[in-house]
């Protein structure tokens, strides 16, 4: 066995027993690094397929960003998680029976499947050869040559799924004074200025 060998069966091994932790644990904060352990070891796995950007993006985005973001929620806000474990408790065999349904799908899915003949050469054919062309160049010919509409539907919904969250979550207080430049735009100037016959010694 090489070097090679050995670091896929580490990273492999650590990436299954971090995610195994991750579930278990009952810390959320012991998740969250659980968590990260998971997604550096997938890097190191994208590393030893020669998809060093694809690794690279999993650190940044991944640990350095997202996970970062859920430590520090979980850290700093002050959450009953054994009031929601508790509240969880009673969907319990609901989330097993989705659980059974998509395992059985998967069955379904991936057990007849077998391998056809030239199977190989049109994955092959798909994929830009990488002795031409580094990794990163291959990963954007595939995005915006081949999968250009799907790359921009994909980021459609997530505009969609950003401005969703933004709506959800925007709440207009009512003691607090904000201009209205819809309906400044949309009043009649017939009804916007109410002239008043102040008498003299009188106020309004």
Known sequence: MTVADYAFY????????????????KSPVHSVLWLILTFLSASGLFVLLGA????MLLVIVY?????VLFLFVVMMLDVDFAELKAGMAKYLPFGLLIGVVLIL???FAFGDW?????AE???????PDLTEVQNTAALGMLMYDDYLMLFQLAGLIL???????IVLTLRHRSDVKRQNV??????????AIEIKDVKPGQGL
Request: glycine letters at 6%; a neutral charge; hydrophobic letters at 60%.
């Open 105 to 107: 799908q998967m069955a």
């Open 182 to 191: 819809l309906f400044q735009m949309y009043r009649d100037p017939n009804t």
């Open 52 to 55: 060093e950007f694809v690794a």
């Open 121 to 127: 050469a049109l994955r092959r054919s798909v994929t």
């Open 63 to 67: 640990v350095g960003a997202v996970m």
């Open 114 to 118: 077998t391998t056809a003949e030239g």
């Open 10 to 25: 580490l990273f492999s091994i650590t990436m299954l027993v971090a995610a195994t932790f991750t579930v278990v644990s």
């Open 159 to 165: 505009l969609v799924a950003m401005i969703g969250a």
